[in-house]
């Protein structure tokens, strides 16, 4: 098996997509060999030797695709390396302090040995997808609060910790 590393991402309106590709070509400058492809036509967990799942959050829960793959995965997932992110609050909190996971992803975690855990903000701009969407951009809450050089310095962090063992193999 090749050193093959799968980025997979549950998302609505495109900004959690945007958060794994640049996970996924932070992986790649690394010598990573890379998929970034969403949850919910990604291909089971079993050609991978390692995965990043990220998450929208929605209402303190991590969007339904993003479980979904986890939930499928389980037992392939505790037997390889993971890490988990997830993308959401509207302000500049992420960027200020460490955002745990939500419970949900907390439980996935600790069953599956899930190496890190890192919330990046989110974003919502106009001609979002959904009710709630529309609401919170009517009420101005709204925008871009994704912090791209903390997210290419977490993926490093991951390339860094699959690097060594793709060396010591080759």
């Known amino acids: 098996m090749t050193d093959t590393v799968l ?3 549950g998302t609505t309106n495109g900004s959690t997509a945007e958060i794994a590709e640049s996970v996924a070509e932070v992986l790649r400058k690394a010598g990573l060999t890379v ?5 919910r036509s990604a291909p089971g967990a079993a050609r991978y030797d390692a995965v990043v799942v ?4 929605y209402a303190g829960r991590w969007h339904k695709d993003a479980r979904r793959f986890v939930r499928r995965n389980r037992v392939l997932l505790a037997d390889r390396p993971v890490w988990f992110f997830s993308s959401g609050p509207l302000d500049a909190s992420a960027a200020e302090r460490d955002i745990p996971p939500v419970r949900g992803v907390q439980r996935a975690m600790k069953r599956l040995g ?25 009420s101005g809450k709204g925008g871009d609060f994704r912090d791209f050089d903390a997210i290419e310095a977490w993926a490093q962090g991951v390339a860094d910790a699959l690097t060594p063992a793709r060396e010591k193999r080759h």
């Open 114 to 138: 899930v190496r890190d855990h890192v919330t990046f903000g989110g974003c919502l701009v106009d001609g979002a997808k959904g009710w709630v969407a529309g609401m919170i951009l009517r």
């Open 7 to 9: 980025v997979t991402y």
């Open 54 to 57: 990220g998450g929208g959050l």
């Open 35 to 39: 998929e970034s492809l969403p949850a």
